[in-house]
């Protein structure tokens, strides 16, 4: 396996754990100002997600690596990205499949689980590379995370 490393958050939290993963998946970008997008196309994606807290659970674990391979791999893995909730819609370029919204998403769904958590942990970034030459980074603002 390729080693990679990612751009860094600042922070000032204790522990700090980094999840990498690949999925399949295909896509189409419903609109027309997408170009090639908008026919149904896949990807092998990289995905590093970021986490970070203070204390860790009653397992010893900050957040258990398999938890987020649930969440993220799981779910999206050979699928048509499209064919989820998420993004569905065929107006609202806030859902559709695009590379910054596939990690906002990904964010959303992971930082859901870990407000659940007692020792509260927080996704402090999500890199998304969709061909090996693209790729965005998703971090959160401090108001984006409930208290």
């Known amino acids: 396996m390729l080693y990679q490393s990612y751009p860094q958050v600042n922070h000032q939290f204790r522990y ?7 999925m399949a998946a295909a896509h189409f970008i419903p609109n027309e100002q997408a170009g090639k997008c908008q026919d149904i196309h896949g990807h092998t994606y990289v995905i590093n997600v970021t986490i970070a807290g203070d204390s860790l659970d009653e ?7 398999q938890l987020l391979k649930e969440i993220v791999h799981k779910r999206y893995d050979h ?12 107006e609202d370029p806030n ?16 930082q859901k689980e870990l407000d659940q958590r ?9 890199f998304v590379r ?18």
């Not at 859902?95 to 992971?110: D, L, S």
């Not at 969709?130 to 208290?147: A, C, I, L, M």
Request: one cysteine or more; aromatic letters at 12%; glycine letters at 2%.
């Open 16 to 22: 700090e754990l980094n999840k990498d993963m690949h």
């Open 79 to 90: 699928t048509l990205l499209n064919d989820h909730d998420e993004y569905a819609s065929q």
């Open 59 to 65: 397992s010893g674990f900050l957040v258990n690596f």
């Open 118 to 126: 007692l020792n509260k942990p927080r996704c402090l970034q999500v």
């Open 130 to 147: 969709e061909t090996p030459t693209s790729y965005v980074v998703y971090r959160p603002k401090e108001e984006d995370f409930s208290e």
């Open 95 to 110: 859902q559709f499949p695009t590379t910054e919204v596939v990690a906002r998403v990904i964010w959303e769904r992971i």
